[in-house]
């Protein structure tokens, strides 16, 4: 498995190496062992978070490049790295919740807590319903304690971590079992449960277009000290839904490669026209990351051989082919003359 490259929160698990007092203050209020299994979920879901980012943005302009994930990356308050945080907690939190319900930790299990009880009408609670509360717990242990910073991007950063963790809660769905008479479906249990974390993913990019910029009071900001500041951030927050992403900074160019950001641009990307299935959004990928980019699309064919017509003979040989297959792709290419930038340029922004 390819291990995270980038991982912000290993920060606390520096207690390895000598010099770092505070860490190992940390380590000894949750004991070794404790602190060790966690740690370990915590980098699994951390990369799954990352996948999941990768997939959602795969036709996006920007496509969550590893360099956006990277500590360095997330010291932006974009858009985009507000996805990041959210994804990245709610990966952790989800990975949490199932470990416990799959048994796989010892001081945690199903949620039971309701089994027994009235639901509602027709149902009792009963089953293993997932224990969200301790994998939310343990995210904001671990996720929310990499920001130790005062400033109002810490703040948006912290609430992007819950609006993520609240993603997994409001996508949790009941799932029930009939009893009864040759389950006649007179009585029914049932127990909550997560969602894929694809369809998490997917509520958290809708959250990303949605996503509101921060009015906060830039004067006061500038000018207060840290309580100072705090108030500003505090009235800044009053009037936005916890469940939903915020960003303090516009987003860069993402069409154009920009190294001291770490993007790469549009130029070289793969993008796709025709094909069964697509999406409105994929089939517009090429408008997308070419076009609107100032780009040309160009076909590129490759050419694959791989075995064919294979026969079976009795016994035991098996005769095939050489078949081979042409492959076409689209990749977004320069145009001949100029930088290949600023023409044909009807949108900016993060699309
Ligand atoms: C938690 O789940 C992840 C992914 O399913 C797995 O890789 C990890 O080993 C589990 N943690 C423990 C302590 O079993
Ligand atoms: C890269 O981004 C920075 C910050 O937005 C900007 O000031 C700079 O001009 C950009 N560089 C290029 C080559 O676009």
């Known amino acids: 498995m390819k291990m995270v490259q980038s991982l912000f929160w290993l920060l606390p698990f520096l207690y390895m190496c000598p010099g770092h007092a505070w860490v190992a203050s940390n380590f000894l209020m949750t004991g070794p062992k404790a602190y060790l299994t966690y740690a370990r979920s915590v980098q699994v879901g951390t990369q799954s978070g990352i996948e999941e980012c990768k997939q959602q943005f795969a036709w996006d302009r920007w496509n969550c490049p590893d360099s956006a994930t990277q500590l ?67 995210s904001k242990q671990y996720v929310d304690a990499q920001e130790t910073g005062q400033d109002s991007r810490a703040a948006v950063n912290l609430h992007n971590n819950e609006a993520g963790r609240l993603a997994v809660k409001a996508t949790m769905k009941r799932i029930c079992r009939c009893h009864g008479m040759s389950e006649s479906c007179s009585v029914q249990t049932c127990w909550t449960q997560l969602s894929d974390f694809r369809e998490i993913g997917s509520y958290l990019k809708i959250k990303h277009s949605q996503a509101q910029k921060l009015d906060t009071d830039k004067k006061r900001m500038r000018a207060g000290n840290s309580a100072d500041n705090r108030g500003a951030i505090v009235d800044a927050f009053g009037s936005i839904a916890k469940t939903e992403l915020i960003y303090l900074e516009d987003s860069p160019d993402y069409c154009r490669k920009n190294t001291s950001l770490g993007l790469y641009g549009t130029e070289g990307r793969e993008c796709v026209q025709h094909g069964e299935g697509l999406t409105q959004w994929e089939r517009r990928s090429c408008r997308r990351l070419c076009h609107e980019c100032g780009l040309r699309v160009e076909e590129r064919r490759t050419e694959v051989v791989s075995s064919c017509n294979c026969k079976f003979h009795w016994c035991c040989k098996v005769n095939c082919d050489d078949c081979s297959q042409v492959i076409v792709k689209h990749v977004c290419a320069r145009r001949d003359g100029g930088d290949g930038h600023g023409i044909r340029r009807r949108h900016r922004g993060p699309k």
Do not use: P, Q
Not at 87 to 97: E, K, N, P, Q, R
Not at 120 to 133: E, H, K, M, Y
């Open 72 to 138: 360095k990356g997330l010291r932006r308050a974009t858009r985009e790295t507000s996805f990041v945080h959210a994804i990245s907690a709610a990966g952790v939190m989800y990975t949490l919740t199932r470990n416990c319900s799959l048994g796989d930790l010892d001081n945690c299990g199903c949620d039971v807590s309701k089994n027994g009880k009235i639901g509602g009408r027709g149902w009792l609670w009963g089953g293993c319903s997932d224990n969200v509360d301790f994998g939310e717990r343990i």
